[in-house]
């Protein structure tokens, strides 16, 4: 078993900044990949970022690229998600998640196996 707890949600303006964290507890040793979706109301979970758990390598959905990075601290076990100049468009629930291995596409949320509960984020105009 896995737990991941997200926190570092909020309201902020559009312009404004805000990291998230997601601590990662229990079995870890099969980690692949630790990564960001959200999902906004009425709207499908979207991919954000993933950041492989060894290497650190990184990757981002195009909405992001340049306001949005995605870090590791493996020795705290916690992944972190920096986000900069948020916009209104970026309001949704943050979902931490984890990928087992390299199989199936990073952005597609079938290919993580566990989820956290989410964190809320609303930026204002």
């Known amino acids: 078993q896995v737990q991941l707890a997200e926190s570092g949600g909020g309201s902020v303006q559009a312009g404004g900044s805000l990291r998230l964290s997601c601590a990662v507890s229990?079995?870890?040793?099969?980690?692949?990949?630790m990564g960001w979706f959200r999902q906004a109301p009425g709207k499908e979970r979207e991919f954000v970022a993933v950041?492989?758990?060894?290497?650190?390598?990184?990757y981002y959905a195009d909405s992001v690229k340049g306001r949005f990075a995605i870090s590791r601290d493996i020795s705290k076990n916690t992944v972190y998600l920096q986000m900069i100049n948020l916009k209104p468009e970026d309001t949704a629930v943050y979902y931490c998640?984890?990928?087992?291995?390299?199989?199936?596409?990073?952005?597609?949320?079938?290919?993580?196996?566990?989820w956290g509960q989410g964190t809320q984020v609303i930026v204002s105009s």
């Open positions: 998640a984890r990928r087992p291995n390299w199989s199936g596409a990073y952005d597609y949320a079938g290919s993580y196996d566990y």
């Open positions: 229990g079995r870890t040793v099969s980690t692949h990949g």
């Open positions: 950041v492989t758990w060894g290497g650190g390598n990184t």
